[in-house]
T-cell receptor, first 113, second 115 residues
């Protein structure tokens, strides 16, 4: 069965600093990979997704993620964090069927001025 | 285009009470789903629907019922609320054209407390 781990429960970064959020998955084949963001009191919004091809994918709000098959990872990065990036970030893994999208436990990001 | 809407935003119930969480989407999406979000556990799928008249169970279906009489609406019913159902509930929809590849669009959530 597939699973998703996000090793960091909470991360605090200074505004303007770089950011990397970690995501590891367990699945026998190449999965579909997603990053969603949840702002306080809001629903989830898709940041980016990977299905195939170029392993570095660009998303909205200046985020990017890199798929590394050898490490079963799909880490999210941003070169310079803004205060508005403070939110909860969820990595998710999908397979062929709709009901098998699995969400990780989330990483809460705080940004200090 | 309102996207996915959910009502109510907040609800407090007593143990044993029943209620229905409403979800509607105006994107003509075939797939709709209900998730619950609990601290440290991410989102867990309760029930989902791949089209009007078709529903199925997700990971944590016990204590919840659903029906899908129209493409737009997908209500979630709690027949006899329990404190373990205290959670934040999200409804999501997707086009249904690519299965596990689909982007899901989420509603703003309903925060439910069962006393």
């Amino acid at each position: 069965a597939q699973s998703v781990t996000q090793p960091d429960i909470h991360i605090t970064v200074s505004e303007g600093a770089s950011l990397e959020l970690r995501c590891n998955y367990s699945y026998g084949a190449t999965p579909y990979l997603f990053w969603y963001v949840q702002s306080p009191g809001q629903g989830l919004q898709l940041l980016l997704k990977y299905f195939s091809g170029d392993t570095l994918v660009q998303g909205i709000k200046g985020f990017e993620a890199e798929f590394k098959r050898s490490q079963s990872s799909f880490n999210l990065r941003k070169p310079s964090v803004h205060w508005s990036d403070a939110a909860e970030y969820f990595c998710a893994v999908g397979v062929t069927s709709y009901d098998k999208v699995i969400f990780g436990p989330g990483t809460s990001l705080s940004v200090i001025p | 285009n309102a996207g996915v809407t959910q009502t109510p935003k907040f609800q407090v119930l007593k143990t044993g009470q029943s209620m229905t969480l409403q979800c509607a989407q105006d994107m003509n999406h075939e797939y709709m789903s209900w998730y619950r979000q609990d601290p440290g556990m991410g989102l867990r799928l309760i029930h989902y629907s791949v089209g009007a008249g078709i529903t199925d169970q997700g990971e944590v279906p016990n204590g919840y019922n659903v029906s899908r009489s129209t493409t737009e609406d997908f209500p979630l019913r709690l027949l006899s609320a329990a404190p373990s159902q205290t959670s934040v509930y999200f409804c999501a929809s997707s086009s249904g054209t690519s299965g596990g590849q689909d982007t899901q669009y989420f509603g703003p959530g309903t925060r439910l407390t069962v006393l």
